[in-house]
């Protein structure tokens, strides 16, 4: 006994947000409770529509709620560069760095194990894509992890065949960090990808 | 750009969330859509009954939905005792302890820099609600802070003129920290409340 029924339900809710565990989930939504109702009614509104609505676009299945995302529609973007991400939350982050080409989102890696082979990640839609596209290059911009490592590299040579230039993004120390708190295999890749300093 | 409309709502929608800032809710809204749309779905329903439904209960003003909150209604618990607290996730954290006492809870701590006297916090209703009551112990259970140590003063000093036996939680270290951690202040609260050892 304690909190009464809607609470412990609005609660238990709560809980399926990553990161919220019991104690926080308490803490939102009496907080939701006590001192923002507007704001919890918005955002009951904003869920309700955005869980209903939103789907994928269709030329570079990111999630958006119109048939195409505003990447996709925007006229003024390279038509020759594709980038291609693991998931929307890397559009976001590949847009930050002023990126202007346009994207194609994969779902997730490849993982035989999980019984995700290239058609679950959606690589025959890549490969749709870049058919009807003008690219000349392809970034490979999936995660610097084993698997997305082994996605780049089985996308690599399905359309390197088809003229394309393939590149993938640069591994090496993060900026703003210090030298010994770098992995070995980060360092190592980092020296090997050193670069002339010219003056 | 990069989001779509409803999900940058959504993603504004959940930074009202305590400790949510725009990293975190991308990634509660991205995880919602991609993984879990009845998760958000029932989310959203629960948000919008909670908000719209839950009041506070007759008796102690706690948050429910009903007239009589969970520990009101139930006839079992001792009338005699009374457990004041400052808000209404107090009243979860006392019931944890196995309190089964009757409890008010007031709208916060006296600050009357903020404007905040007596009837801001309930008081009068405190009063009312002892009238009618038939206890015979108060505990005193605001925070240890400063605001709520005077809270506590007030209230004592208001309560005890009505015959009532008024007590004030422990402060002492806390079970499992090392003592070393522990601030002069508890620790010296520790020592002039030290109990006697009995074989």
Redesign the interface.
């Known amino acids: 006994?304690?909190?009464?029924?809607?609470?412990r339900?609005?609660i238990?809710?709560?809980r399926?947000?990553?990161?919220v565990g019991q104690k926080?989930a308490?803490?939102?939504?009496?907080?939701?409770?006590?001192r923002?109702?507007s704001?919890?009614?918005?955002?009951?509104?904003?869920?309700?529509?955005?869980?209903?609505?939103?789907g994928y676009c269709r030329q570079c299945r990111t999630?958006?709620?119109?048939e195409l995302?505003?990447?996709c529609a925007?006229p003024r973007r390279d038509d020759t560069l594709l980038c291609i991400v693991q998931?929307?939350?890397d559009?976001?982050a590949v847009?930050q760095t002023g990126f202007r080409g346009r994207y194609f989102v994969l779902k997730g890696h490849l993982s035989p194990l999980d019984g995700l082979g290239p058609e679950a990640i959606g690589i025959p839609e890549l490969l749709g894509r870049v058919a009807e596209g003008s690219f000349s290059e392809a970034i490979l911009a999936t995660n610097p992890t084993v698997e997305g490592e082994a996605t780049a590299h089985y996308i690599a040579q399905l359309l390197i065949p088809k003229g394309l230039t393939l590149s993938r993004i640069a591994h090496g120390v993060p900026l703003g960090g210090e030298l010994d708190l770098v992995d070995g295999g980060t360092l190592a890749h980092a020296l090997a990808g050193r670069k002339t300093i010219t003056l």
């Open positions: 006994m304690s909190f009464s029924p809607l609470i339900q609005l238990d809710a709560l399926i947000l990553p990161g926080t308490q803490r939102m939504a009496l907080q939701m409770l006590e923002d109702r704001g919890g009614q918005r955002l009951a509104q904003a869920l309700a529509r955005a869980m209903d609505e939103v999630l958006c709620e119109e995302c505003p990447q925007d998931s929307p939350v559009v976001f847009e």
